[in-house]
């Protein structure tokens, strides 16, 4: 049987990586709206990859015989501005790969969840990362040049 903290965070991820993947297609179809064809399409396979690490979670727990839930999400915040979010994005990613990486080394005895973690942790890593990049980006060209470059 798998360790309990890491069966909850299996569920954590499936509830919590469920909104977030909503969270960016919803964010996917406001920039779309706005005309930045290069970040509503970034964020729409973003959402996509999200649900695939939601189905690799859910079908782990399913492996375990565990009762997989359906749980309550609560309200998150949704950006009209595309550098706001990306600023958001950005600081979801740094908590949530503190968080991430504790539930992996937990998971280390358990090699299929390991996998399953480790590699969402680099997913998160180099969203994380692209994030960054992009602020400081925005910082050396500015916001207008920035957004142009995401028509």
Same mark, same amino acid.
Not at 104 to 125: P, S, V
Not at 132 to 139: R, S
């Given at each position: 049987?798998?360790?309990?903290?890491?069966?909850? *965070? +299996?569920?954590?991820?499936?509830?919590?990586?469920?909104?977030?993947?909503?969270?960016?297609?919803?964010?996917?179809?406001?920039?779309?709206?706005?005309?930045?064809?290069? +970040?509503?399409?970034? =964020?729409?396979?973003?959402?996509?990859?999200?649900? *695939? =690490?939601?189905?690799?979670?859910?079908?782990?727990?399913?492996?375990?015989?565990?009762?997989?839930?359906?749980?309550?999400?609560?309200?998150?915040?949704?950006?009209?501005?595309?550098?706001?979010?990306?600023? =958001?994005?950005?600081?979801?990613?740094?908590? *949530?790969?503190?968080?991430?990486?504790?539930?992996?080394?937990?998971?280390?005895?358990?090699?299929?969840? =390991?996998?399953?973690?480790?590699?969402?942790?680099?997913?998160?890593?180099?969203?994380?990362?692209? *994030?960054?990049?992009?602020?400081?980006?925005?910082?050396?060209?500015?916001?207008?040049?920035?957004?142009?470059?995401?028509?």
């Amino acid at each position: 049987m798998a360790n309990k903290k890491v069966l909850e *965070g +299996l569920q954590i991820i499936v509830t919590d990586l469920a909104q977030q993947a909503d969270g960016h297609q919803l964010q996917s179809r406001i920039f779309a709206s706005q005309g930045f064809t290069k +970040l509503a399409e970034k =964020y729409a396979e973003h959402a996509t990859e999200e649900r *695939g =690490y939601v189905d690799k979670c859910i079908d782990r727990l399913l492996d375990y015989g565990c009762e997989v839930k359906l749980e309550a999400k609560k309200e998150g915040p949704v950006c009209m501005d595309p550098v706001d979010w990306v600023k =958001y994005d950005l600081q979801v990613s740094k908590d *949530g790969l503190a968080w991430l990486k504790e539930i992996t080394e937990e998971a280390r005895d358990d090699y299929a969840t =390991y996998d399953i973690l480790k590699e969402y942790y680099l997913d998160e890593e180099e969203d994380m990362y692209w *994030g960054e990049t992009q602020l400081e980006l925005i910082e050396k060209i500015g916001k207008q040049n920035w957004l142009l470059q995401q028509l």
